[in-house]
Every structure is written in C-alpha cells, then in structure tokens.
C-alpha cells in the first residue's frame, strides 16, 4: 500500500513539474517549425516538386517494357506462328521485350529537367517563407503575451497602492480628520482600479490562448512562458535602407521564390518552342513464340514411292529458341501543321514569362517599401520610446510631491487619484513603447538576416 501511495505521489510530482515548464521565445519558435501543420504542409508541396524533378531526368533514359501473352484458338484460323490454316484448336504464346528512346525532340526533355529543378527551388523557398510569416506572427503574440503580462503587474501595484490608502483614510475619516467623502472617492477609485487589473487579466489570457493557438497547442494545457528582461538600447543606428535590403535579397526568400517561378517560365517558354522542332527517336525489339501446332522438319520418308516431308513433336523449349525475333528502327517525325498548337503554346508561354517578371518585380517593390515602413516605425518607436521614458520619470516624481503634499492634507483626494490615473497612464504607455520598438527593431534584424530571438 506504501509503494501505491508513493508511485502516485511520485507521478503527481511529475506530472506538475511538467506542467509547470517555462517555454523559452526559442522553444516556441522550435516547435512551431516542428509541429505547425501548415509548415509541414508547405514542405510536403516541396517534397512533390522534388519528386516531379527527379520524374524528369528519368524521362531521359530509354524505356523497357516486356510482355507475355497465351492464346487458345478453337475453329478455323491461321496460325500465328506457321502462318498455315489450321481448325484444330490451338494454344500459342508471344514472348518480348520492347524499348524506345527520344534521340531529339529540341532540346525538351532537358528544359523540362531545368524547370522541374527551378519549380523545386520555388516551393522550398515558399515553405522557407511561410515558416518565417509563422515565426514572426509567434514573436508578435510572444511579446503581446509579456507586455500583457507586465501591464498586471502595473495594475495590481495601483490596487496595492489604493488598498493602502483605503486603510489610512478610513482611520482618519474614524477620528474625525477627513471626511467620509474622501473616503468614498478613494474606495471608488480603487474600484475602478480594480476593474483595470481585471481587463488586463482578461488581455493577458487572450494574448496567451493566441499563442497557443499558434503553436497548435489545446487551450488546455497548461502553458507559461519565460519573461525574459530586454531593456531597449537608447541609442538607435540608422541603417542604409538599401544595405537592408541588399541583405533582405540575399537572406530572405521572398524574392529569390520569385526569380525561380521566372527562370521556370522562361524554361517553359524554351519546351513550347522546342514543340517546332523534328523529333528523333529509336525503337526496338525482341521476341519469341511458341505454338502446339508446329512441327519441326526432320526430313523425308526414303522408302516411301514419294518422298514425304517427316515432321516429329516440337518441343517449347526448341520454338522458343528458334523464333527468337529482333528489330530495330528509327523514327523522324516533323511537325508541319497542328492546329496553330505549336504557336498558341508559344504565345501562352511568352505571357507567362512577362507575368512571373512582373511578378518578380512586384515582389523586389514589397520588399523595399516593407524595409522603408520597417526603418521608419523603428525610427518612431525609438522616439517614443525615449519620450515615455522621459515623461515617467518625471511624472513619478511630480507624483511623489503630490504624496507629500497628500499625506500634509494640503491637496483633495480628487487631485491625489488624478495624479496617479496620470502615471498609470505614462507607465502603461512606457510599456507599449518598449514592446513596440523591441519588436520594430528585432524586425530590421529579422531583413538583415539575424535570428529571431533575443
């Protein structure tokens, strides 16, 4: 009964420990790029194009196909062996191999290696893309998750701070020196406080059940994070927008999945013109049958008045040796006219090759203006960054005067709850400054091509 009650406790204990595991901004981003079904769909889409590419440089190599094929004729028919008329029944067998080759058709065969190999590299650099959408919207929830997080702590101080002076007005309303109406607006304003930390609650839980949905994780589960303290540096280095981006190009796949679907059109454009060209190819052949109406020729009967043809039982293994059958021949086929197919595939081809530079280029453009938006909400995020900083440290000591001149009676409650709404205020809005230009500047990392972490 002891050792029950132990290996419960012990499974208990385990199972908390488990539960109570910190997620790391690192472990989140790994097991996203493990787990995310939408990632792993992306690359499954690339393991087809890969499989398509090797399909292509195995159309290069000849074909090899063998056939096997029993008959039984009943009646009147021709054998196809002897090529005799026969009406007894007869059961044959064709044995043989086959194989063709395209010598030339325009080179399509090597263009369609080429394309299959740029239609490949095209959706490895789009899964690479949708992991990196991922691992940026997981950083985004991951930092909403700590400055939801760090606004409670902000709110549960003010309610600290309010049930303190709840206490110390209510002693002084007791002996006469404050009103009782500067008690209810403390207990009012403390209400409202209250109320504040309750939504701040409520931001933190959503903040979390949007990251667990990220990573594919039940609402259930137990999950915490690890707050990890990132003070942002006060001194901001403008970057060239164009070494950003120069970096961006190499780095990113955005625009190298645009330069593959390109060079893959530009291949398909060379497979549509090949389609004028002769086409050149080599058969061959070897066969075998056997059929139970044959004979085999042994020779003439000596001492008959004429002389008779002999013919003995031919056995299968002799027919199949004897019938043996070969060929081989080649094939010239020039294409004149086809129903304009050749020059419509052309065409059709030809658009496809100035949509996909467009589309290149659209893709270079996105990526510009995303860098210059990136610089410029990092340059303002900076700014505010350093103005909320400044505006709470002042306002902090225009709030500890104010305590001062609270504490001598000097001011109304009134102007003592203002004061303090007005520093919730700096601070809540110091916090989202510091979130935001962490985040800013992590994405103009993130273009120059350094990991998304911290």
């Known amino acids: 009964m002891k050792k029950v009650i132990f290996l419960l406790f012990f499974s208990t204990l385990t199972l908390n420990l488990f539960s109570q595991k910190l997620w790391t901004l690192e472990e989140c981003l790994r097991f996203a790029q493990e787990n995310n079904l939408t990632i792993k769909q992306a690359y499954l889409n690339a393991d087809?194009?890969?499989?398509?590419?090797?399909?292509?440089?195995m159309g290069l190599l000849p074909s090899l196909n063998g056939n096997i094929s029993d008959n039984t004729n009943f009646g009147r028919n021709i054998d196809p062996v002897t090529n005799?008329?026969?009406?007894?029944?007869?059961?044959?067998?064709?044995?043989?191999?086959?194989?063709?080759?395209?010598?030339?058709?325009g080179f399509q065969n090597l263009n369609n290696i080429r394309k299959s190999n740029y239609d490949y590299l095209a959706s490895r650099y789009d899964?690479?893309?949708?992991?990196?959408?991922?691992?940026?919207?997981?950083?985004?929830?991951?930092?909403?998750?700590?400055?939801?997080?760090?606004?409670?702590?902000?709110?549960?101080?003010?309610?600290d701070v309010s049930e303190l002076q709840v206490q110390r007005i209510s002693n002084m309303v007791e002996v006469g020196s404050l009103p009782a109406g500067d008690l209810l607006n403390t207990e009012a304003q403390k209400a409202q406080e209250e109320l504040q930390l309750i939504n701040a609650e409520s931001q933190r839980d959503i903040a979390l059940l949007n990251l667990k949905q990220l990573l594919d994780l039940p609402?259930?589960?137990?999950?915490?994070?690890?707050?990890?303290?990132?003070?942002p540096s006060e001194q901001f280095t403008v970057l060239s927008t164009d070494d950003i981006y120069n970096q961006a190009i190499q780095n990113l796949p955005n625009v190298k999945s645009a330069e593959s679907k390109?060079?893959?059109?530009?291949?398909?454009?060379?497979?549509?013109?090949?389609?004028?060209?002769?086409?050149l190819s080599m058969t061959a052949s070897l066969g075998t049958a056997y059929s139970s109406a044959s004979r085999k020729f042994i020779g003439y009967d000596s001492l008959a008045t004429l002389p008779l043809p002999m013919y003995e039982d031919y056995s299968f293994e002799d027919q199949f040796n004897d019938n043996v059958s070969q060929s081989i021949g080649f094939n010239l086929s020039i294409p004149i006219?086809?129903?304009?197919?050749?020059?419509?595939?052309?065409?059709?081809?030809?658009?496809?090759?100035?949509?996909?530079?467009?589309?290149?280029?659209?893709?270079?453009n996105d990526l510009r203006k995303t860098i210059e938006q990136a610089q410029n909400d990092a340059l303002s995020a900076h700014k505010k960054y350093l103005a909320s900083k400044k505006t709470v440290d002042f306002q902090k000591q225009s709030f500890q005067y104010t305590q001062e001149k609270y504490d001598l009676q000097l001011?109304?409650?009134?102007?003592?709850?203002?004061?303090?709404?007005?520093?919730?205020?700096?601070?809540?809005?110091?916090?989202?400054a510091k979130y935001d230009y962490i985040f800013k500047t992590k994405m103009l990392d993130f273009y120059m091509g350094k990991p998304l972490t911290f």
Do not use: C
Request: no cysteine; aromatic share 8%.
């Open 48 to 57: 087809l194009s890969k499989q398509n590419l090797f399909q292509s440089k």
């Open 84 to 105: 005799e008329i026969t009406v007894d029944r007869i059961r044959n067998n064709n044995f043989g191999l086959s194989s063709s080759v395209t010598l030339f058709n």
């Open 127 to 159: 899964a690479e893309k949708m992991a990196n959408d991922i691992s940026v919207n997981i950083v985004t929830a991951y930092l909403q998750l700590l400055y939801n997080e760090d606004l409670i702590l902000v709110s549960q101080q003010k309610v």
């Open 219 to 231: 609402s259930t589960d137990d999950f915490s994070i690890v707050d990890f303290d990132v003070e």
């Open 262 to 279: 390109l060079q893959s059109s530009e291949r398909s454009l060379a497979i549509a013109q090949g389609g004028r060209s002769p086409r």
């Open 337 to 364: 006219f086809n129903g304009w197919q050749a020059n419509n595939r052309i065409s059709q081809a030809k658009i496809g090759v100035l949509q996909s530079q467009y589309g290149l280029q659209q893709s270079k």
């Open 411 to 432: 001011i109304t409650s009134y102007d003592y709850n203002n004061a303090k709404n007005t520093l919730f205020r700096a601070e809540t809005d110091l916090l989202q």
